[in-house]
């Protein structure tokens, strides 16, 4: 039987309704409560053999100083959270207490008159578990107010009940769509052939762009397994095109009979190799494309190598199939050129190689942001997607809160590494889209 673990008040009752609507029998648990209890909600997740709880949590800034960061809870609470780490959970956590914002005395733990005082050392102290929680690689989802809770808990229990595991936007008409699509479809037919594990796929179409959702739905891959495996696929395509021998040694290992190993290298050598072809082709056709729009522009301005080099900085680098994930550009390039004409050489770039989605400087931001902190492909792929889709204007509501959420919530997790002015920016600019402002 399916079951949900609540831990503390999540929402005004409609996540519960969700979950009954979706078969699951709902088991609450109050985390202001004795150790004991606490032990209990251990031994409820330590003794599902079957893997068939899904953990809905909510810390609040009182769970977290009167319980996580109590001497008397210390041992439970790593217990607790080690549980949690091994099932299918999201912890929905206040955007200033994430940030490290302590915001609410009362006289449990400080009294009014201490409060300016000791704020400092309670911010330091939420930030430092936070931190940690991050560490372990909690799925955290920040919420402002119960509405964007109760949207993101409803999606979480949609995705498990559908049995998704990533979802890849692409957007029409830009630089490697068409490569990135093929490249999906091999990746699935890939799994189940080296797997035995079957993977479907869905497409939701907009006039901007596409939509693919991978699931499982016997839930045979779980996400996180998935992530592997889409990493491994990537190198393994790599392989194929720099190593066959070593690419063939990877399916030997995973049990393919060696009469399929030799058809299989073959197939998919020929498939990166006409993936890297198309894409070489398709972006000097986009190149000609931008140089013949600016000849006749920038005619009296005689720039020659010096704009050539600019418009190379500007668009993807393939060398290698991961860059059809990574988009890996120049960086740091000095030109010498009037900063006119740079934005006018940008601006008919990014139409030219970005497709039908027109993205400005904050997503621009996020993109890098993206490409230099995710810590897989496969995480790479499914933030910019959450990024097109948050600014497709034909996405459900409800989708582009969730993707939306999903940016600021990597980006809350990563702001301090991109500096103060850019994370306020970005946060801004995120909250706006999901509707604070």
């Known amino acids: ?58 810390f609040t800034e009182h769970i977290m100083f009167r319980y996580f960061l109590n001497e008397e809870y210390m041992e439970v609470s790593k217990r607790l959270i080690d549980s949690i780490l091994r099932k299918k959970h999201i912890i929905f956590i206040y955007s200033d207490n994430y940030q490290g914002y302590f915001n609410f005395f009362d006289d449990e733990y400080v009294s009014p008159g201490e409060a300016k005082n000791q704020k400092r050392e309670f911010d330091s102290k939420l930030k430092a ?5 991050n560490i372990q690689d909690l799925n955290i989802a ?41 490249f999906i479809i091999l990746f699935k037919d890939f799994i189940s052939t080296v797997t035995s594990k079957s993977i479907n796929i869905t497409q939701n179409r907009t006039k901007y762009g596409i939509t693919c959702t991978l699931f499982s739905e016997t839930s045979e891959i779980k996400h996180d397994d998935l992530y592997k495996m889409f990493d491994d696929f990537t190198k393994f395509m790599e392989l194929c095109l ?91 390039l000095q030109i010498n050129i009037n900063p006119q004409i740079i934005n006018k050489v940008e ?30 492909a496969a995480q790479s792929a499914e933030l910019k997607s959450a990024l097109y889709e948050m600014k497709d ?13 999903k940016l600021k919530n990597f980006v809350l997790k990563f702001g301090e590494k991109i500096g103060e002015v850019a994370f306020g920016v970005l946060t801004k600019y995120l909250e706006k889209k999901m509707g604070f402002e």
């Open 142 to 182: 920040v919420y402002e107010t119960l509405v964007d809770l109760e949207i993101s808990s409803q999606s979480f229990i949609d995705n498990i009940s559908q049995g998704l595991l990533l979802r890849f936007y692409i957007p029409n008409d830009k630089f490697g769509s068409a490569e990135l699509d093929k």
């Open 393 to 405: 204007a034909e996405i459900p509501t409800k989708d582009k809160k969730v993707a939306t959420s």
């Open 347 to 376: 601006g008919v770039v990014a139409k030219e190689f970005n497709g039908s989605v027109v993205l400005n400087k904050e997503d621009y931001q996020l993109k890098e942001m993206i490409q230099k902190y995710s810590v897989t």
């Open 1 to 58: 039987m399916k079951q949900a673990l609540i831990l503390d008040n999540i929402d005004r009752g409609s996540t519960y309704t969700f979950f009954q609507a979706n078969d699951f029998y709902i088991n609450k648990k109050i985390l202001k409560s004795s150790v004991s209890n606490w032990e209990s909600i251990c031994e409820i997740l330590e003794t599902d053999n079957k893997d068939e709880i899904v953990v809905v949590g909510k």
């Open 242 to 332: 720099n190593n066959p021998e070593a690419a063939a040694e990877i399916l030997i290992n995973n049990n393919i009979p060696k009469e399929r190993v030799s058809f299989l290298i073959t197939k998919h050598i020929k498939e990166a190799k006409r993936i890297l072809l198309d894409l070489k082709q398709d972006k000097e056709r986009r190149l000609l494309s931008i140089r013949q729009s600016l000849e006749s522009e920038l005619l009296e301005e005689h720039l020659g190598d010096e704009l050539n080099k600019k418009i190379e900085s500007l668009v993807p680098s393939i060398s290698g199939i991961v860059d059809l994930i990574n988009e890996r550009k120049i960086e740091n």
């Open 129 to 133: 578990l936070i931190d940690a929680f």
